[in-house]
């Protein structure tokens, strides 16, 4: 039991922040591949009620900071019971989570909290860092859309009452890829946004997703969003590979047979084709799991040729070993493909002799429904 509402997701990059929901589910709520607030109707919190939550959190903080200077943090994680009530429980353990990483950053939650009045969002932002000197980052998802309506004025206002990062799910910068999964957002509006938040100093963080134009718009899909990424010059590209499972209206589109899903090695072709073409200083991130090869993180230009010489180790392996690994990784047997090849046995290896024999088309399937399951 918490006294604190939660929303449901957050980036992989922020599981150890102590998450603040400002809104519930997602303004626009329409894209076709995403899962995550179909059903659900968008709502702005009352700022009251964020302020009120802001304070019981800081009140459970400071009691925690007092037991703390007679006691280890594994002592009182022990414990807890004795000294807070029972429904303060669950909102402890996420604050010690939050001590105990000495992170001290923050994520603003859901989809786009940035889409409330500019002068609320200030002053909530504001109130949260002034409660919490702690704070080290607070981050927010935002729509490019709604970013680009910002004025520059009204962004450094809100980096210097605290905002140090917005995170975007830019999927594409292809309009045509954009319009086919309703996306709702232009290319442009992302170059805005980017140029915006960089003078404002607010640092910016891209989601690329291999695999939305599909087969037959892939090659428009990651130049045009090379084109983006270099014009809005974020400071991390992230990439989250397609998922598609029953429920979600883009897997109408697969089953018809007008959106034909690409194999592992084509994704993971159009991440290499995208790490080649980006020309501007950034991180690249590949930090979920939906993504095949894990391992592609770094720099950007300095660590390109050690992140083009993983992709490639990986294309350039035998058929049937790349297959297996593929097997492999998508029943979450291991993580990286130089694991993967100093074991050679794994449980997956027998399924490899029922799916030898299926076609092209029925693999990609298959592997799009593995890599799926948990979405
Ligand atoms: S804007 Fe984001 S949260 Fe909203 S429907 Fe699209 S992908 Fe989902």
């Not at 009120?52 to 594994?74: N, Q, T, V």
């Not at 019971?81 to 923050?106: C, K, Q």
């Not at 910068?173 to 954009?178: A, H, I, N």
């Not at 291999?210 to 010059?233: C, D, F, M, Q």
């Amino acid at each position: 039991m918490s006294n604190v509402e939660i929303g449901p997701i957050r980036p992989p990059s922020e599981s150890r922040s102590l998450l603040i929901r400002l809104s519930r589910n997602c303004p626009w709520n329409r894209c076709l591949f995403c899962p995550v607030y179909k059903g659900e109707n968008f709502s702005l919190r009352k700022k009251e009620d964020i302020l009120r939550e802001i304070d019981y959190l800081k009140e459970i903080f400071h009691s925690i900071k007092e037991l703390l200077k007679k006691r280890s943090l594994y002592e009182l994680s022990q414990e807890i019971e004795s000294y807070f009530e029972f429904s303060r429980i669950e909102d402890v353990r996420r604050l010690l989570h939050w001590i105990y990483h000495n992170e001290f950053t923050v994520f603003l939650q859901d989809a786009d909290p940035l889409f409330r009045k500019k002068e609320e969002l200030i002053e909530i932002i504001g109130y949260l860092k002034s409660s919490f000197p702690e704070i080290k980052r607070i981050t927010t998802y935002g729509r490019g859309s709604t970013i680009a309506k910002y004025s520059l004025d009204e962004l450094i206002k809100l980096k210097e009452a605290g905002l140090n990062r917005v995170h975007t799910g830019l999927e594409s910068g292809s309009d045509e890829v954009l319009d086919l999964v309703c996306k709702g957002v232009k290319s442009e509006d992302i170059i805005i946004a980017g140029k915006k938040l960089k003078t404002a100093g607010i640092e910016y963080s891209l989601y690329f997703m291999p695999g939305l134009g599909g087969r037959r718009l892939s090659k428009k899909h990651v130049a045009e969003t090379l084109y983006v990424i270099n014009n809005a010059e974020p400071d991390f590209v992230r990439l989250r590979t397609l998922g598609l499972n029953e429920g979600i209206p883009l897997f109408e589109l697969v089953k018809d047979g007008s959106f034909e899903v690409q194999s592992e090695e084509e994704l993971v072709s159009e991440i290499k084709s995208l790490i080649e073409g980006i020309n501007i200083n950034t991180c690249l991130t590949s930090d979920h799991s939906l993504n095949l090869l894990m391992e592609i993180n770094g720099r950007l230009p300095q660590d390109k040729e050690s992140m083009l010489k993983k992709i490639d180790k990986f294309l350039n392996l035998p058929a049937e070993t790349r297959l297996k690994f593929i097997l492999a990784r998508r029943h979450y047997e291991v993580f990286e493909l130089n694991e993967f090849l100093s074991f050679k046995n794994y449980k997956t290896d027998f399924e490899y002799e029922k799916i030898k024999c299926l076609s092209e088309q029925e693999r990609d399937l298959l592997f799009l429904s593995l890599r799926s399951q948990n979405l």
